[in-house]
């Protein structure tokens, strides 16, 4: 592909997001592929906006804060893509550009062939319609369940709890992602019951070869238990993380037809009925668990019902939720 062609697929964020004499901030960092920044900023620059680049190392996790010169920027932009390879979203710095009316775009670790196939090529009033319905359950809700074939079964917390619209197009009180599709909700802190098996991908290690298994009582994660990825997962969070990193902060259902699993959780996690939980940090959802961690897990051929009414069986959402509003 071509220069020219990825700016092509590279506006379509900023046609969702930006008016004309934005001064847009596109956040990289040190793993960021060059050819994706430039193609966006060349995007912004065409459709009227005013882009600047800022390139940072890349943090340790996600959920980790930027530097700080950097948050200077963010709180300045009128419009944040952040595409650093970690995500920002979870982190005080987008949390205080929200607070001062800043919109913002996750993109953690976006590459050319993601702007340009799967996700990004959806029809996003689609994604948006069938988003916003799932969205409505989740707030209405009062328990999820989760089981799945690998054996994760699970019991969630949602009362009081709004479900979130991520469809592309950011709305004041949200964020927005791309590409995009998912009904994100922040589990009431406490009261998950269950075990979870992550079995497709997860932040900070990518395609897993081997399921990781993790006790949840209490709302917190008291065993992890696999293989070379378990290992890992371990790792970062002894590492990279908190006390409240063994929290369960995020419950969300993708909804995007045309994502696909290519071993990046920011393509993976939105592909039509694919679960993730996530664990960490959950401030930004409306959450009270406020960790420097944020680590989604994503959960294969799942089965979900709320309030014992099924929406998504065995990985595919189920047509009739999807009509309505």
């Known amino acids: 592909m071509n220069f020219m062609e990825l700016v092509k697929y590279a506006r379509v964020p900023i046609e969702l997001n930006a008016e004309p004499g934005d001064e847009i901030l ?103 319609r069938n988003t916003k319905r799932i969205a409505k359950i989740l707030t209405a809700g009062k328990m999820a369940k989760i089981v799945s074939p690998n054996g994760t079964n699970i019991t969630l917390n949602i009362e009081g709890r709004s479900g979130f619209t991520l469809a592309g ?16 909700v922040a589990p009431v802190e406490g009261a998950a019951e269950g075990t979870l098996v992550f079995d497709v991908s997860m932040h900070g290690i ?22 070379q990825e378990a290992n890992r997962l371990r790792e970062i969070l002894e590492r990279n993380g908190d006390e409240n990193a063994y929290n369960l902060g995020e419950f969300a259902i993708g909804t995007n037809p045309k994502a696909r699993i290519i071993g990046n959780v920011s393509e993976d996690k939105k592909r039509a009925g694919m679960i ?50």
């Open 169 to 184: 197009k950011f709305e004041p009180g949200s964020i927005a992602c791309f590409p995009d599709g998912e009904a994100p």
């Open 276 to 325: 993730h939980v996530a664990l960490g940090d959950n401030i930004t959802l409306g959450g009270n668990n406020h960790s420097r961690i944020h680590m989604d897990g994503l959960i294969s051929g799942a089965t979900v019902a709320i309030d014992g009414v099924e929406i998504v069986r065995d990985g595919q959402l189920i047509e009739e939720v999807l009509v309505g509003e």
């Open 206 to 227: 990518g395609y897993l070869k081997s399921p990781i298994y993790l006790e949840v009582k209490g709302g917190r994660v008291t065993q992890i238990e696999g293989g």
């Open 26 to 128: 596109i956040l990289a960092d040190s793993r960021t592929e060059p050819l994706v920044y430039e193609a966006i900023a060349a995007a912004a620059f065409d459709l009227g906006a005013h882009p600047t680049v800022a390139i940072i190392i890349a943090r340790a996790a996600h959920g980790h804060e930027p530097t700080f010169i950097a948050k200077g920027a963010i709180l300045n932009a009128d419009l944040i893509l952040s595409i650093a390879s970690t995500s920002m979203t979870h982190t005080n710095a987008i949390r205080a550009a929200l607070a001062k009316g800043k919109k913002y775009v996750a993109m953690p670790g976006v590459s050319a062939d993601m702007l340009c196939n799967g996700a990004a090529t959806a029809d996003y009033s689609e994604v948006y």
